[in-house]
């Protein structure tokens, strides 16, 4: 009986690579053209970080919301869970999430300021909707496979956290929590894959949890 040293991360996988790149080729051929629309909204958001108006708190946090709902449902639960049976314990965390969106976000400010956070942040969520989808024909696989901004978790994840990092408020960490286990979760799970766009992933909950330890509140929050 081998030792538990000498184990790799590709022992624990429960599915194949390619089962799973051609998991989410056949959602997102199953869901399109809806990564259109979801990708303005990425593009609305970004413009209501540079120009917040009264309601865009609530339209964010709202956006979000939905989106880590969808999210569940859509491939975790619908999807996900027909080749790896972890996904069942891990829907309802984003189901969950979903909910801390819905009630704790309003509350924030999200907008972008040129703090060192900030900026942090922003690079995050432009790299989650306009880069992470061109992994996949950069890794040379099919650009169905790619991974979208509000279609599947890891770019959701990456931007949450790059959004979360510009959200003004007392409970914003309580947003990065469930973001940076998935990243973490994803990374471990793509290293054994053996994706070069694992290190993505960890980089990302790398970045979320340094600028958040270590760069303190924005300053919007420090007056509340």
């Known amino acids: 009986m081998p030792e538990w040293w000498t184990y790799s991360a590709e022992d ?33 958001i970004l413009w209501l970080l540079f120009r917040p108006r009264p309601w865009s708190h609530r339209t964010i946090a709202g956006s979000l919301a939905l989106l880590w709902g969808w999210v569940a449902w859509s491939f975790l639960w619908e999807r996900y869970t027909t080749i790896n049976w972890a996904a069942v314990y891990v829907a309802p965390l984003f189901a969950l999430q979903a909910v801390l969106l819905a009630s704790v976000g309003p509350r924030l400010r999200w907008s972008f300021d040129r703090s060192a956070r900030g900026v942090v942040g922003l690079g995050l969520f432009l790299y989650a909707v306009v ?10 696989r099919s650009i169905r496979g790619a991974e979208v901004f509000g279609i599947t978790p890891d770019p959701t994840a990456i931007a949450t956290v790059g959004l979360v990092l510009m959200a003004a408020g007392r409970w914003s960490w309580l947003l990065l929590v469930i973001p940076l286990i998935w990243c973490l979760g994803s990374w471990l799970t793509l290293y054994g894959m053996g994706a070069a766009e694992s290190w993505v992933l960890l980089a990302a909950a790398g970045a979320g949890a340094g600028a958040m330890a270590m760069l303190g509140a924005p300053p919007a929050a420090r007056t509340e």
Do not use: D
């Open 131 to 140: 880069l992470h989808p061109l992994t996949a024909p950069l890794a040379g």
């Open 12 to 44: 624990f996988l429960l599915f194949s690579p390619r089962a799973y790149w051609r998991l989410i080729e056949r959602h997102n051929e199953a869901l399109w053209p809806a990564q259109v629309p979801i990708l303005l909204l990425g593009i609305a």
